[in-house]
């Protein structure tokens, strides 16, 4: 019997050849990346053989460009890519989807040339980051402190970042810093691109988390490292009008991740407490369950609806949908936390192991309430939208 999620999901009407698509993402993700998920976390290790088989299967080229090499689908299909791999493994689908948040404003604002040193790549497999928190700089970028500094035809870039996904491991890393000789915060805020292997780029440590354990998180250190004037997106000073660009188009992507990981708490709860059976009766039939079972239910559709209509917005070209964006980030991350919290209360105490995915789905869920802006900077975003100049 079709479920009320199978029936939203057929709303997505996506054409034929994408349909196809998200049903081998679907079945990699069941058969392939679900499987390793456990032990992946367990061992803290990078997921290389899920990354290979995602680029067997050119899940890169899904979001380029055609002209670079890419299939330029939709950002629908993107999302519910990223939804169906963090489903399966979080780890494994937000490091591709990090890939996708550093490396769109390069299709967005880079330079013919650019792009066609970089787009191409990406769409054979290469992997991006997005370098932007600082200890100084989290949810407000204009305390960042990196610096580039112009000399001749080379930016010269000093300083670091923090808490950088895919940091060790990208192939191409977007950086954030301020230009020499700007003083204002804000219109110094700059973006241009490094590539792996740069001298002056190091890695300092690697972050030991509460989850995704799986997905590297690192600090990063430049020192005098150089790059190409080309390598700038847009110009000096152009940075902080990229990055909320860029932002706008990411939360999307972190809201379907968390969603992903909302999906799995909920239909790990309910096979349990389909079987699980206390006093003679089954968990699910007491009345208690299931009014908490409506609650999460209705939650999660509602979300999920209002993830297709973010993503119907950017697909029609929209450039004003930073409060739409803010509101789906901040309520499909609260709502995947509240859910797998939800399943591992309705495991009992088989949820606070290792034997069941919950636990694993618990961890996973926290971070997505805090990374790509807090949620209680975007409810001070939506809030702002309100009041009347």
């Not at 890169?60 to 890419?70: C, S, W």
């Not at 700059?190 to 995704?212: F, N, S």
Request: hydrophobic residues 45%.
């Amino acid at each position: 019997m079709a479920t009320v999620f199978d029936r939203l999901d057929a709303t997505l009407e996506l054409p034929e050849h994408e349909t196809m698509v998200l049903g081998a993402v679907r079945q990699l993700a069941r058969d392939v990346v679900a499987p390793r998920a456990a032990d992946y976390d367990r061992l803290e290790a990078y997921p290389a053989d899920n990354i290979a088989a995602m680029n067997a299967l050119g899940m890169n080229a899904m979001f380029v460009p055609e002209e670079h090499g890419g299939l330029g689908l939709s950002y629908s299909v993107y999302l519910a890519c990223v939804r169906e791999v963090s489903k399966a493994c979080a780890s494994t689908g937000i490091i591709w989807a990090t890939t996708f948040h550093g490396m769109k404003p390069v299709m967005d604002f880079g330079s013919p040339e650019l792009k066609q040193r970089i787009l191409p790549r990406i769409a054979e497999g290469a992997i991006g980051a997005l370098c932007i928190t600082e200890p100084s700089a989290g949810s407000d970028a204009t305390g960042m402190k990196t610096r580039f500094s112009p000399d001749g035809d080379d930016v010269v870039v000093d300083g670091g970042k923090i808490f950088i996904s895919n940091g060790d491991v990208a192939d191409h890393l977007l950086v954030f810093g301020k230009w020499a000789g700007i003083d204002d915060p804000k219109a110094a805020i700059t973006a241009l691109v490094i590539d792996k292997g740069t001298p002056g780029l190091a890695v300092l440590r690697k972050e030991e988390k509460m989850g995704h354990r799986a997905a590297p998180t690192v600090a990063l250190s430049f020192d005098g490292l150089r790059v190409p004037r080309a390598n700038l997106l847009g110009g000096p000073g152009e940075g902080l009008r990229i990055l909320l660009a860029s932002l706008n188009k990411s939360r999307p992507s972190v809201a379907a991740h968390a969603l992903g990981i909302a999906r799995a708490a909920f239909e790990d709860a309910v096979d349990y407490i389909n079987e699980r059976r206390q006093s003679g009766r089954r968990i699910v039939e007491f009345q208690g369950i299931q009014f908490t079972l409506a609650d999460l239910a209705t939650d999660l559709a509602m979300c999920e609806n209002w993830l297709w209509r973010v993503a119907r917005m950017v697909e029609s070209g929209a450039t004003d949908f930073g409060v739409e964006a803010s509101m789906l980030k901040m309520r499909a991350t609260d709502l995947a936390m509240r859910i797998s919290d939800e399943a591992v209360q309705l495991h009992g105490g088989y949820g606070y192991i290792r034997d069941y995915r919950v636990e694993r789905l618990m961890r996973d869920a926290k971070i997505t309430q805090i990374w790509e802006g807090t949620n209680q900077i975007h409810r001070q975003l939506i809030g702002r939208h309100f009041v009347r100049k």
